[in-house]
């Protein structure tokens, strides 16, 4: 039961990872990013061409930060659902390194450019403990 509780709350705070009020709280082993869509979600640009063609998260170390993303995911352009779009996949955060911090900038990619979200909450995946320095048997 404890554990079932424990993935309920996991999946509910990956859920709120990227909202537009995104927690301050670090997530471990996240599977969910979500977030507002651009307000030109299903906007067309005078040609009659929309001006969201799909969305790409950009991942980052926390710290430092980093000018340039360590990996680029495309998201599509997913149908929103009550103001979000949530989008759920864990391969793309089970290549990530133990133990390390990472943030994400969604962006909202268009024929004329591209609008960037802020930085999310932090998440990363648990590893395991380091392995002791130096092991001695004696007699």
């Known amino acids: 039961m404890r554990r079932l509780l424990l993935l309920v709350t996991l999946f509910s705070v990956g859920i709120c990872a990227l909202s537009g009020e995104a ?12 977030f507002t869509p651009s307000a030109d979600h299903s906007v067309n ?7 969201v063609t799909r969305y790409e998260m950009r991942v ?24 979000t779009i949530t989008v759920t996949n864990a391969v793309w955060f089970s290549g990530l390194t133990p133990n390390v911090l990472y943030v994400v900038r969604v962006a909202a990619v268009g024929p004329t450019g591209e609008g960037v979200s802020d930085l ?19 007699k």
Not at 23 to 34: G, I, R
Not at 70 to 83: E, Q, R, S, V
Not at 120 to 138: C, D, I, T, Y
Request: cysteine-free; hydrophobic content about 30%.
């Open 45 to 51: 640009g005078l040609d009659g061409v929309p001006l």
């Open 23 to 34: 927690e301050a709280q670090t997530v471990v082993n996240p599977v969910t990013v979500a």
């Open 120 to 138: 999310s909450n932090p998440f990363g995946n648990q590893g395991p403990p380091q392995a002791p320095s130096s092991v001695l048997v004696r």
């Open 60 to 83: 980052f170390t926390q710290s430092p930060l980093g000018q340039t993303p360590i990996t680029t995911l495309d998201l599509g352009k997913p149908t929103p659902a009550g103001g």
